[in-house]
T-cell receptor
Framework: KAGVTQTPRYLIKTRGQQVTLSCSPI?????VSWYQQTPGQGLQFLFE???????NKGNFPGRFSGRQFSNSRSEMNVSTLELGDSALYLC??????????????FGPGTRLTVT | GQQVMQIPQYQHVQEGEDFTTYCNSS?????IQWYKQRPGGHPVFLIQ?????EVKKQKRLTFQFGEAKKNSSLHITATQTTDVGTYFC????????????FGKGTKLSVKP
């Protein structure tokens, strides 16, 4: 099976702009989670989607939003970008069933730089 | 109470030496997962521990879950340069397996 794919891999944006990141999970995985990784804060949970519904949301401002489509592909959007939004954004998919429920399969990430 | 604390933050070892990282929680954990992230890479799942006192081995890696299910450890025997990376522990939260709270990680460097 192909792994989790994320596009684009790198992105440079200016403060105030908005950005949309895309994630395609492993075929058959219906749960998609998003994480932000920064040197200072580490890996932080953004949100989780399952069957097109947001199941959980992390402690991030409303500028961060996401959605999931019927084919399980997911997008996240960040509006009114701030310098502090510069980070590696990781998408992870999981099966939520089987011998290891919740094992997260991470994509390569999108490196977002806000200038 | 949700956080998991990981120590040490950094560890520098000579190739062949052992390495241990510890993960602690103030609350009882339903399970603990361990991930490895190589420099420039993304986290890769290593193992999940569920039972109190559980010990699992993967070649030179030994994972333990405390009796009280509040702490866990990862021990690497005779480190190799391929072990370089950051090791994270993570707990699920909010009743969902897709919501992980990660420790800050232990960055391991191995000197040949």
């Amino acid at each position: 099976k192909a792994g989790v794919t994320q596009t684009p891999r790198y992105l440079i944006k200016t403060r105030g702009q908005q950005v949309t990141l895309s994630c395609s999970p492993i075929s058959g995985h219906r749960s998609v989670s998003w994480y932000q990784q920064t040197p200072g804060q580490g890996l932080q949970f953004l949100f989780e989607y399952f069957s097109e519904t947001q199941r959980n949301k992390g402690n991030f401002p409303g500028r961060f939003s996401g959605r999931q489509f019927s084919n399980s592909r997911s997008e996240m959007n960040v509006s009114t970008l701030e310098l502090g939004d510069s980070a590696l954004y990781l998408c992870a998919s999981s099966e939520l069933q089987g011998p290891v429920r919740g094992e997260q399969y991470f994509g390569p990430g999108t490196r977002l730089t806000v200038t | 109470g949700q956080q998991v604390m990981q120590i040490p933050q950094y560890q520098h070892v000579q190739e062949g030496e052992d390495f241990t990282t510890y993960c602690n929680s103030s609350t009882t954990l339903s399970n603990i997962q361990w991930y490895k992230q190589r420099p420039g890479g993304h986290p890769v799942f290593l193992i999940q521990l569920v039972k109190s006192g559980e010990v699992k081995k993967q070649k030179r890696l030994t994972f333990q879950f405390g009796e009280a299910k509040k702490n866990s450890s990862l021990h690497i025997t005779a480190t190799q340069t391929t072990d370089v990376g950051t090791y994270f522990c993570a707990r699920s939260y909010g009743g969902s397996q897709g919501n992980l709270i990660f420790g800050k990680g232990t960055k391991l460097s191995v000197k040949p």
